[in-house]
């Protein structure tokens, strides 16, 4: 008995003690939450109060993102709507913050097998969205973001003989251009845009932005190349005002460089015809007033530049500026072919300060002054008779150049597994501001066109531009080397598609000089007939983003 009294004694000694600590632990709990309580019943007022306004504050905020997903939804599908031909099916833009269930409508309704044309159509949806996608990633915040580099081998040659100088010139060059789009009112339709370009190239050279591999290591100019604000208020009416490429331009090498870019303000109002002759279906007027010079001279001293330009002294020095009014018919023959007739005027006021420009005497009052740099060299692309030699006066008496243009497209020809396009380019001008050698031509051929890999285009070209028929600080220094008018020059270009983006060009130029000096006319040749030929290739890789 006495073993198992001491074995059970601790046992009942030990549980009451656990007992006593346990009530002692669930007491100080209760006390706590007793005291606790006040605590959090005196804060609804205050807490409470302030939580209710958070969640209120969020939820407008939902609301509001709710409706601008809902209206971005509704102008995307509008977009879609205007350029989806008559038949095409519908298009359901689903929200990317919407879930995914089983039951959620696709993206893009899906069209019943036995409905080729609309599963068709539904793919032109598709493509047309996933541009409109491509345009939207490469914004931000409402800026548009594009543009282009080149590498360009360009070869020139010529021999010499005693009416001109040998010619070698063997050069790497490129180009750099970054546009920036911005839409005023309206990203998907704007009405107000804004537009700048940034690019390489040589300040007092106006017909290239190309930049030569020289210069051992220095840093080359970036600039401004174009500028201007385009406001439609209609689809039928463009207003433009800023610094900006010519409204006749057309990248034909004929009236203008494709670099060229004027100051001013142009003009287009589009007139649709229903039913027109020749199948003439739209007529667009143009007019363009650009100004070129700002000379600033109420009085002119007798020893400034502007008297080499025929300027009496004590006289006002006038701007020279450029009037450029016309009109495009464009026109339908049948289901696979288009034409269109151009016709304007080119009116210049005061031109003899374009000439003056490519001084060394002038060009530091006709350019640098104005701009505020003081430019290396005189402006380039000289070419025109003059009425002495190397002098700041054109030999013709005025520059008003008619000019008319005609174009033949087929929209494709089949060849082999592609369908390329196929126009014929005809243009044609005269100045009426000069009795001879005042007219220029041009025929051009094209098949194809690049847009994606394996793409060809081949452009034939012959040329004849004589010594008063266009302003050769204008018009284009590809097709004319060392010159831009009394030439003939034969042409060709293929181009070749690498990539999507990526472009191998192949332009060759034999170029011949036309007219001789002629010091009893009064018309001297910067290059005269009886040079020998150049030869000129330009090997270039384009690449676009």
């Given amino acids: ?73 509704a102008m995307l599908e509008r977009l879609l709507g205007a350029a989806r031909p008559a038949g095409l099916a519908a298009v359901t833009v689903t929200p990317s913050y919407a879930p995914a269930t089983a039951s959620a409508q696709p993206a ?27 345009r939207v990633a490469r914004s931000l915040g409402g800026f548009q973001f594009s543009g282009d580099f080149r590498y360009r081998l360009d070869l020139q040659l010529r021999s010499a003989n005693d009416v001109a100088p040998a010619l070698q010139n063997a050069r790497g060059r490129y180009r750099v251009r ?58 039928r009416i463009s207003l433009r005002g800023g610094r900006s490429e010519e409204v006749f331009a057309d990248n034909m090498k004929f009236l203008w460089d494709d ?18 002759a020749l199948g003439i279906n739209k007529v667009e007027f143009r007019s ?29 020095v006038r701007t020279a500026k450029l009037f450029h009014p016309g009109a495009i018919l464009t026109g339908s023959l049948g289901p696979r072919w288009s034409h269109y007739f151009q016709g304007d005027l080119s009116l210049y006021h005061n031109p003899n300060q374009i000439q003056l420009a490519s001084t060394a005497a002038g060009f530091p009052a006709v350019m640098s002054t104005p701009i505020g740099v003081q430019l290396p060299a005189p402006a380039g692309a000289a070419g025109n008779a003059t009425l002495t030699p190397g002098g700041a006066m054109y030999s013709a008496r005025h520059y008003q150049i008619a000019h008319g243009a005609y174009r033949l497209e087929r929209k494709s020809v089949r060849v082999g597994n592609r369908e390329m396009p196929l126009w014929f380019d005809f243009q044609a001008s005269r100045n009426a501001g000069a009795s001879k050698l005042r ?11 690049v847009k994606r890999s ?46 999507r983006y990526l472009q191998w060009q192949n332009l060759f130029f034999i170029q011949t000089e036309r007219r001789p000096t002629s010091p009893s006319e009064q018309m001297y040749m910067v290059l005269q007939r009886g040079a020998n030929p150049t030869f000129r290739f330009l090997g270039q890789l384009a690449f676009t983003f």
């Avoid at 899906?110 to 032109?124: D, I």
């Avoid at 081949?458 to 004589?466: E, M, R, T």
């Fill in 288 to 316: 363009g007033e650009y100004i070129l010079s700002n000379p600033n001279i109420t009085a002119l001293a007798a020893n400034s530049p502007y008297t080499a330009a025929g300027y009496i002294p004590g006289q006002k």
């Fill in 108 to 134: 893009f309704a899906a069209a019943p097998p036995a409905a080729p044309a609309q599963s068709a159509a539904t793919a032109v949806s598709a493509a047309q969205l996933a541009k409109e996608t491509e």
């Fill in 1 to 73: 008995m006495c073993f198992t009294f001491v074995t059970l004694e601790p046992v009942r000694t030990a549980l009451p003690i656990r007992l006593a600590r346990r009530v002692v632990l669930l007491a100080a709990g209760c006390c706590l939450l007793l005291c606790q309580r006040p605590a959090v019943a005196e804060e609804p007022a205050g807490g409470l109060l302030e939580l209710q306004r958070q969640v209120a504050r969020q939820k407008t905020e939902i609301e509001e993102l709710k409706a601008a997903v809902a209206e971005q939804r």
């Fill in 259 to 276: 670099d060229v870019r004027f100051n001013g303000f142009h003009q287009i109002v589009t007139i649709p015809v229903t039913s027109g």
């Fill in 439 to 449: 007219d220029a031509f041009m025929a051009s051929a094209n098949l194809g066109s």
């Fill in 178 to 235: 970054l546009n920036i789009d911005k839409g005023l009112d309206s990203p998907v339709d704007p009405r107000l845009k804004f537009h700048l370009q940034l690019s390489t190239g040589p300040y007092q050279v106006q017909t290239t932005n190309d930049q030569d591999f020289a210069g051992l290591a220095a840093k080359h100019p970036f600039s401004v190349a174009e500028a201007y604000i385009n406001y439609s208020p209609t689809p």
């Fill in 454 to 499: 394996g793409d060809l285009r081949f452009l034939y070209q012959f040329a004849l531009k004589d010594a008063n028929s266009l302003i050769s600080q204008f018009t284009d220094d590809d097709l004319g080397t060392g010159t831009g008018v009394n030439l003939a020059v034969h042409a060709l270009r293929v181009d070749l598609g690498l990539t």
